[in-house]
């Protein structure tokens, strides 16, 4: 630890030490010059006191790390924490490097090839308990709320504005459901004997989970998984949801492979600036400030470099808070440069402008419908960067709802498994010392005591309530999915 007052008795040393050598010159110290050299260090000492009295230097186990991301606005915390400094700042030499895929990314980590990743928030989740992967990760760090939208071709919205004229208008009302959609795909289904094809970006995805809440609250059945080694789930699917990797969205939704996606920003946005899809909706308005993606490393290095873990977290709540950083009249005030930043080849390579729109809290359905959410995006204020048991235990109710869990569990067990795999201890201690440096507030942080549940809440596009303490009454709350005997409510 190293405190602000040795910085000024390094200047003070470094004044001496002209005094000394002055006194074998010609040159002589006057008394205007002591004056001087006095007043400069009570600014010193002004600018100390104002940023902080303590910075905290870490014993650090690793310094030369190697993340992964994805190409998406909502890997921006990593992004800034390294083009701002916040990472050098903490004596971290960091590289970001995008990967191909959102399975290629989660084995890198597990392989130990990346010290960590930009990861989907259902990753840590899925690979610790055997869903689609079988490695136990942990997440300290929330890089974001929302930030994905679900798009449909331009014929598709058609036949939608079809069944329901209402949607012709240049400004159709909002949250559109998927009641417009369920006679289209009925339609496709009983032409062509196969489900109707939309994409998500992975099995554990939020986006599969969104995609999956919006068409099961119209009746649109997605289909069921048959354990965790089912990577499809398609089992009495009238929607078949397949993979593809959000830069490839939008190319493959102008083909005529899929009819519509569900994907993180830019590539909702991408879709209207190239005319060939309408976004429709966004998790916004499917689950309001849900949790999309985290930060992720193995268990095996959390535990080998704790101290260069809380040093990667304390520069991504920087680079959180940063973000988020509004003016008087509550105008973002880094989000242009964020946005320039991130569309840079390295990191999301989309216009800037398109990447601008959502970031700076605009998102375009269509050229005659602009509206305004400026929490569209949402890197840090309401606590969202902190790792919420209640957000992991959301994750694995949609795990055991659509059968990737292919066993009943009691009650305990979800709060069981996001005490293993959420660790808000780690943030917590990784903000307090941000705080003892000045660069935090303590109302950045949720109180003393919390616990790690955000309160009940109905923010979703069907007004279902959801309360993390009774997981299973909120699985057999859905008319579609997975049912639960009652008794595991206790157990």
């Known amino acids: 630890m190293v405190r602000s007052g040795q910085v000024l008795f390094s200047f003070l040393g470094l004044f001496l030490a002209a005094v000394v050598l002055g006194g074998c010159s010609s040159s002589k110290i006057s008394v205007e010059d002591l004056e001087k050299a006095a007043a400069e260090l009570d600014e010193m000492s002004g600018e100390a006191a104002e940023g902080g009295s303590d910075q905290v230097i870490l014993d650090l186990e690793k310094t030369d790390l190697q993340f992964g991301f994805i190409k998406l606005t909502d890997c921006a915390p990593l992004v800034i924490a390294k083009e701002k400094g916040f990472f050098d700042d903490e004596g971290l030499n960091v590289k970001v490097e995008a990967q191909s895929n959102w399975r290629d990314l989660l084995n890198r980590v597990i392989s130990g090839e990346l010290d960590g990743a930009h990861m989907l928030a259902g990753q840590p989740i899925g690979a610790s308990i055997g869903v689609g992967a079988s490695a136990p990760i942990v997440t300290a760090y929330s890089l974001d709320y929302n930030g994905n939208g679900i798009t449909v071709s331009n014929e598709v919205w058609a036949k939608m504005q079809e069944v329901d004229p209402a949607l012709k208008s240049p400004t159709p009302k909002h949250p559109i459901v998927a009641d417009s959609l369920k006679p289209v795909v009925a339609e496709y289904k009983a032409a062509k004997g196969r489900p109707f094809p939309m994409g998500m970006v992975f099995p554990v995805s939020t986006h599969n989970y969104e995609i999956r809440y919006w068409l099961a609250s119209a009746g649109i059945h997605p289909g069921m998984y048959t354990g965790e080694d089912d990577a499809k789930g398609v089992v009495d699917a009238e929607v078949e949801l397949s993979v593809t990797p959000p830069p490839q969205m939008p190319k493959t939704l102008e083909g005529g492979t899929i009819f519509g996606y569900c994907v993180g920003e830019p590539w909702n946005q991408v879709a209207v600036a190239t005319g060939i899809g309408v976004p429709v909706t966004t998790n916004y308005d499917i689950w309001n400030n849900n949790p999309e993606k985290v930060f992720g490393v193995s268990k095996e290095w959390a535990d080998k470099h704790p101290n260069t873990h809380l040093a990667v977290v304390k520069a991504l709540i920087r680079a959180g808070k940063w973000l988020d950083a509004k003016d008087e009249k509550g105008e973002f005030l880094n989000r242009i440069e964020a946005a320039k930043i991130l569309s840079d080849a390295r990191y999301v390579g989309a216009e800037e402008d398109v990447i601008a729109n959502s970031m700076t809290g605009t998102f375009i359905f269509q050229k005659t419908d602009v509206r305004s959410m ?13 790792p919420h048991y209640s957000d992991c235990i959301w994750f694995l109710t949609q795990m055991r709802r659509w059968g990737q ?35 935090l507030e303590e109302t950045d942080l949720p109180k003393a005591g919390y616990d790690g549940y955000r309160e009940p809440t109905d923010a979703f596009i069907d007004g279902n309530a959801y309360d993390a303490k009774d997981p299973i009454g909120y699985i057999n709350s859905f008319a579609i999915g997975n049912k639960e005997a009652a008794e595991l409510e206790k157990q």
Do not use: C, D, H, T
């Open 405 to 439: 869990i292919g066993e009943s569990k009691p009650a305990s067990w979800y709060a069981e498994k996001a005490k293993e795999i959420y660790k808000p201890e780690i943030y917590r201690q990784a903000a307090e010392m941000l705080i003892s440096e000045g660069k």
């Open 374 to 386: 400026p929490e569209f995006n949402v890197f840090f204020e309401g606590y969202a960067s902190y």
